[in-house]
Structures are given as structure tokens and as C-alpha cells.
């Protein structure tokens, strides 16, 4: 099992910068795939980005502008948010698919992007 726990949602303008952090109970060195998805209200959960062995996937549209990254020393994984807009505004989680194919997921961060 992994516990999952998002943080570093915040309201930003447009155009600004934040970095989502997720904190795993155990590491994530041993975790095959790593992801971060978002849902706005009304929508369907999405995929943003997420690292595989030797790998990463975005959604096109976050693709150059936002970058998922890991320390596993601190069994934390990155989503480095730029040139935010606000349709980038929603509650963001973390997931982790485990060699069982097994999926856990975060408690959610909210982003807001607004002037």
C-alpha cells in the first residue's frame, strides 16, 4: 500500500509559477509508474504527466510548460507548473501504479489561476 499527500496548490495569476509536491509513505524508487492527474468541476479526471521507467508523458496541453520530476531520496514527486493559465485551474492529485497494477491516489491540492 502507498499514502499519498499532495501539497502546494495555491491561487496564482496568470502567467505565474507553482511546484506541486507528492509525498509517498514508502519509496517510490520501487513504484513503476508515477502520475499527475486534475479535474476541474464538471469534468472528467485527466492525465497531466507522469514517469515511467526511463520516461515521461504529458498532456498536449501542458507540454512545455510543466515538468514532473522525483527525489526519491525524499520519496517526493514534482509537478513543476509554469505559464499558468487559467484553464489549468483544478484540484490536482498524485497517483501511483504499483507492479501489480494496483493504483493509489492523493487527497487532491487545489490550483487556482486568476487576476
Known amino acids: 500500500q502507498v499514502q499519498l499527500v499532495e501539497s502546494g496548490g495555491d491561487l496564482v495569476q496568470p502567467g505565474g509559477s507553482l511546484r506541486l509536491s507528492c509525498v509517498a509513505s514508502?519509496?517510490?524508487?520501487?513504484?513503476?509508474?508515477m502520475g499527475w492527474y486534475r479535474q476541474a468541476p464538471g469534468n472528467q479526471r485527466e492525465l497531466v504527466a507522469e514517469?515511467?521507467?526511463?520516461?515521461?508523458n504529458y498532456a498536449d496541453s501542458v507540454k512545455g510548460r510543466f515538468t514532473i520530476s522525483r527525489d526519491n531520496a525524499k520519496n517526493t514527486v514534482y509537478l513543476q507548473m509554469n505559464s499558468l493559465k487559467p484553464d489549468d485551474t483544478a484540484v490536482y492529485y498524485c497517483?501511483?501504479?504499483?507492479?501489480?497494477?494496483?493504483?493509489?491516489w492523493g487527497q487532491g491540492t487545489q490550483v487556482t489561476v486568476s487576476s
Open positions: 497517483k501511483a501504479r504499483t507492479v501489480l497494477n494496483y493504483d493509489y
Open positions: 514508502r519509496s517510490i524508487s520501487s513504484i513503476p509508474i
Open positions: 514517469v515511467a521507467s526511463g520516461s515521461t
